[in-house]
């Protein structure tokens, strides 16, 4: 399982990073709500672990920001506020769950598993959508005007990194490091994915998502826009 933890108390961070490193957990960290953000919207994660208090954007705004850019990540929200408003509004703003501080490590660990359970178990209704794209997470499959082609890993990855930011653009380092992590290989491949994914979803069709943005990445555009 791979996390994302959210926390500006660093004795806080360090329990819960050297409880689940232990456990074979894979985590990135972020110590304030922009980076977090930042974070979330370039990465994947299994979850995220967000608190509420924030410096530079709080977790309340970090959670409906990222629900509005289309990141269905599940999140558990921490916080020292206990109160019945405080727990609705963590909701009210698109939380999975929350859980009051002190807590229980063990006890996270369990919400944090009941989370991702619960999302592999909606696997089958998840798409995303970009106009007259629309795909399914669960089958790998585009649909665009009648049509359905199936991606194959790599087309699907880039395919997800860039519905996920559309329209902004997605560099050419996010994508490498989705694909390939640590082990990038050389730039023609990429060049050939993204040449075989245009060539499959746009090419049949007047109006071409995919541009090249030079020197920078890749994004999708929306039609009637240049």
């Known amino acids: 399982m791979k996390l994302l933890l959210v926390e500006d108390h660093k004795d806080i961070a360090g329990v819960i990073f050297d409880y689940f490193e232990i456990k074979g957990y894979v985590l990135d960290y972020a110590n304030n709500g922009l980076q977090g953000y930042e974070l979330a919207r370039s990465e994947h994660y299994d979850v995220i672990i967000l608190d509420v208090m924030l410096p530079k954007m709080d977790g309340l705004t970090v959670c409906k920001s990222l629900r509005d850019d289309g990141i269905d990540t599940p999140i558990l929200m ?73 991606l194959n890993p790599s087309q699907y990855t880039i395919l997800r990194c860039l519905m996920q930011k559309a329209p902004d653009v997605v560099s050419k380092d996010e994508i490498c490091d989705a694909l390939w992590g640590d082990e990038e290989p050389d730039g023609k491949v990429l060049r050939s994915h993204i040449y075989q994914l245009r060539s499959l979803i746009d090419r049949p069709f007047e109006h071409a998502y995919l541009k090249t943005v030079s020197k920078v990445g890749y994004r999708l555009i929306a039609e009637g826009e240049e």
Do not use: C, W
């Open 78 to 150: 921490l916080t020292a506020r206990d109160t019945k408003d405080d727990i609705l509004s963590g909701f009210a703003h698109l939380a999975d769950d929350y859980l009051v501080k002190p807590f229980d490590l063990e006890i996270l660990d369990s919400r944090l598993q009941a989370l991702v359970r619960r999302r592999k178990g909606g696997v089958a209704n998840r798409t995303m959508t970009f106009g007259n794209l629309v795909l399914d997470m669960s089958t790998r499959v585009l649909k665009r005007e009648g049509g359905r082609y199936s």
